[in-house]
């Protein structure tokens, strides 16, 4: 059995939990899909919950690469790459017809109890998704207060991002994202505001 076989399977199960979800997802939905067969997939996961684990790691280890990389090519502004990073799930919703939002937060939503090794992945993902928009709140620097708490800050723009995505798909309407999306700018500015009355006094002060 060869690793191209399992990637074959990892990748038609993560597009089918996006689209229909863990819970409604079967294994045969992955055979028809991925056209592999039923031996292939139970030689490398014994059952669905090994398939979602599988999944979990490939966005845990692809973060990087899949999400970050693409949503900030050419994008320099630290500021800005927090919202070109939320811009790329706005895409997603528009052109899916809100199909699409998070994956990790639509199978956190649908798992009410997971299994540890599962809870453990969602929460590691969710992770690393702050701590990736945490780096461009601490790279904009003096733009922010300098008491600002970055990892907090990037807590709340998971938040709203996640939010924002659950209304948009419920209303299908795309105005919720936006109105989220604005709230949380007018948020950055007025922190960047302060930040440079702040700057002015302790020069004033000097």
Not at 55 to 73: H, K, M, P, S, T
Not at 86 to 99: P, Q, T, V
Not at 171 to 183: A, K, L, Q, S, T
């Amino acid at each position: 059995m060869n690793s191209a076989t399992r990637d074959k399977i990892v990748q038609t199960a993560l597009e089918l939990f996006w689209v229909k979800g863990y819970q409604s997802t079967s294994i045969s939905d992955i055979l028809s899909r991925s056209q592999v067969h039923s031996g292939s997939l139970y030689h490398f996961f014994p059952g669905k919950q090994d398939v979602l684990v599988a999944v979990l790691e490939w966005y845990r280890d692809g973060i990087e690469e899949n999400l970050f990389a693409f949503a900030w090519q050419g994008v320099d502004d630290p500021i800005e790459r927090i919202f070109s990073l939320l811009n790329g799930y706005r895409m997603h919703l528009a052109s899916s017809d809100f199909m699409y939002g998070c994956p990790i937060g639509s199978l956190a939503l649908e798992l009410h109890e997971p299994d540890p090794k599962v809870r453990e992945l969602l929460a590691i993902n969710f992770a690393n998704w702050v701590e990736g928009v945490e780096r461009c709140l601490r790279d904009a620097g003096d733009r922010l207060p300098a008491d600002t708490d970055h990892k907090a800050l990037a807590e709340f723009i998971l938040t709203i991002m996640e939010g924002a995505i659950m209304q948009a798909r419920t209303h299908r309407d795309i105005g919720h994202f936006d109105r989220n999306v604005e709230v949380l700018r007018t948020h950055l500015e007025a922190l960047e505001t302060k930040a440079r009355v702040d700057r002015n006094q302790q020069g004033e002060n000097a």
